[in-house]
T-cell receptor, first 112, second 113 residues
Framework: LAKTTQPISMDSYEGQEVNITCSHN???????ITWYQQFPSQGPRFIIQGYKTKVTNEVASLFIPADRKSSTLSLPRVSLSDTAVYYCLVGPPMNRDDKIIFGKGTRLHILP | KAGVTQTPRYLIKTRGQQVTLSCSPISGHRSVSWYQQTPGQGLQFLFE???????NKGNFPGRFSGRQFSNSRSEMNVSTLELGDSALYLCASSPGTRNEKLFFGSGTQLSVL
């Protein structure tokens, strides 16, 4: 499974747009990119998944450049409740031969 | 549709004891995976079961084991507990096909004294 690198932490203010970038230089052809959000003492929650270009849903956008060696999670107009840890996961979540490897995640802190 | 249910929510054990944690996946999901989360090591993959068969295993000692029943419910067992086993244990379910998203439970917080 492709190794991922994310910033350890980020701070932003309410109402701002937040972009979190994940590097995955050895992403494989079949790999998808999935982002999860986790609040303290809870399990991670799926946010968005994409393969290439741009994906948008009701909570976030995911931008993936042509070489797919990185991806950017974009959270529009964040609020205090967006304070959480965000994980980037690369690969088929249930690849038959690979273990599922979550990186350290990005701890996002939203300030009032 | 009910989400992933993990029981118990909290557990306190002493060193040397064993513990069994339970996970009920979303109805229709055939894959269950387990994770250990600690402040220092983050979210680490323990193992994954699909249709009652373990098809992937992380780098944990043999004290950590699991199984899956015909109704897809899963249990994990930790024997001879150590202080370092204190962690949040999470399970996730998915339909079992490629690239689908994982649905996590709220976890079992295990404290070993």
């Amino acid at each position: 499974l492709a190794k991922t690198t994310q910033p350890i932490s980020m701070d932003s203010y309410e109402g701002q747009e937040v972009n979190i970038t994940c590097s995955h230089n050895n992403i494989a052809t079949n790999d998808y990119i999935t982002w999860y959000q986790q609040f303290p003492s809870q399990g991670p929650r799926f946010i968005i998944q994409g393969y290439k270009t741009k994906v948008t849903n009701e909570v976030a956008s995911l931008f993936i450049p042509a070489d797919r060696k990185s991806s950017t999670l974009s959270l529009p107009r964040v609020s205090l409740s967006d304070t959480a840890v965000y994980y980037c996961l690369v690969g088929p979540p249930m690849n038959r031969d690979d273990k599922i490897i979550f990186g350290k995640g990005t701890r996002l802190h939203i300030l009032p | 549709k009910a989400g992933v249910t993990q029981t118990p929510r909290y557990l306190i054990k002493t060193r040397g004891q064993q513990v069994t944690l339970s996970c009920s996946p979303i109805s229709g999901h055939r894959s269950v995976s387990w994770y250990q989360q600690t402040p220092g090591q983050g979210l680490q993959f323990l193992f994954e079961y699909f249709s009652e068969t373990q098809r992937n295993k992380g780098n944990f000692p043999g004290r950590f084991s699991g199984r899956q029943f015909s109704n897809s419910r899963s249990e994990m067992n930790v024997s001879t507990l150590e202080l370092g086993d204190s962690a949040l244990y999470l399970c996730a379910s998915s339909p079992g096909t490629r690239n689908e998203k994982l649905f996590f439970g709220s976890g079992t917080q295990l404290s070993v004294l």
